[in-house]
């Protein structure tokens, strides 16, 4: 499974870090773009990541899914012609789409979730379309995954792992991490 995640300065540090690294050792493939072709980015709390590709470079056939972590970050690249564009592309190729905390708006805002079950930061409601809204910490409908917060990566990394690789796949990763 090999995926492309969007960053931008204020990213959440721990949705974009710790889900990617999570999802590395259960053998996924994560590979960092720049949504605004930078250098480097800088997280909401200061972690700078420079190992990035540049999004216009990005082709939605190299990847399986996408994965948007949240942070403020998510309330400006939504409005990016090029995220939209890139979220559109791997919804009509029926790739995995995987966004948490106020990232699941870019989706929202573009109809995308529209009848279906998602999780986001509280607050982000009116954003979502005709979503509907359940009160977990990571949800699945069909090819979309979203989790709540910081504070729910390893439910939102569980789905991603079990919905992927199966519950027998889930129950070893959390045996090989101690969970």
Partial sequence: ??????????????????????????????????VYNQEKVTGAYHTVVTDLLKIKDL??????????PGGRAAFKIRDEQSVKD??????????????????PTVFGLLGLLDGKK???????????????????????????????SAGSVYDFVFKIIETIQGPDALQKFKENIVY
């Avoid at 300065?9 to 050792?25: H, N, P, Q, Y």
């Avoid at 939605?60 to 948007?68: A, N, Q």
């Avoid at 029926?94 to 106020?102: G, P, R, S």
Wanted: charged letters at 30%; a negative charge.
């Fill in 1 to 34: 499974m090999k995926l492309a995640c969007l960053l931008a300065d204020g990213f959440e540090d721990v949705e974009a870090l710790a889900t990617s690294a999570l999802l590395r050792r259960a053998k996924f493939t994560v590979d960092f773009y720049s």
């Fill in 59 to 68: 082709n939605p056939d190299d990847y399986d899914g996408l994965l948007i």
């Fill in 86 to 103: 890139i979220a559109r592309a791997f919804h009509q190729k029926d790739k995995w789409m995987f966004a948490i905390c106020a990232a």
């Fill in 118 to 148: 998602y999780i986001s930061f509280p607050g982000t409601e009116k954003e979502m379309g005709q979503a509907i809204r359940v009160n977990e910490k990571a949800v699945r409908d069909e090819q979309f995954i979203t989790g709540r």
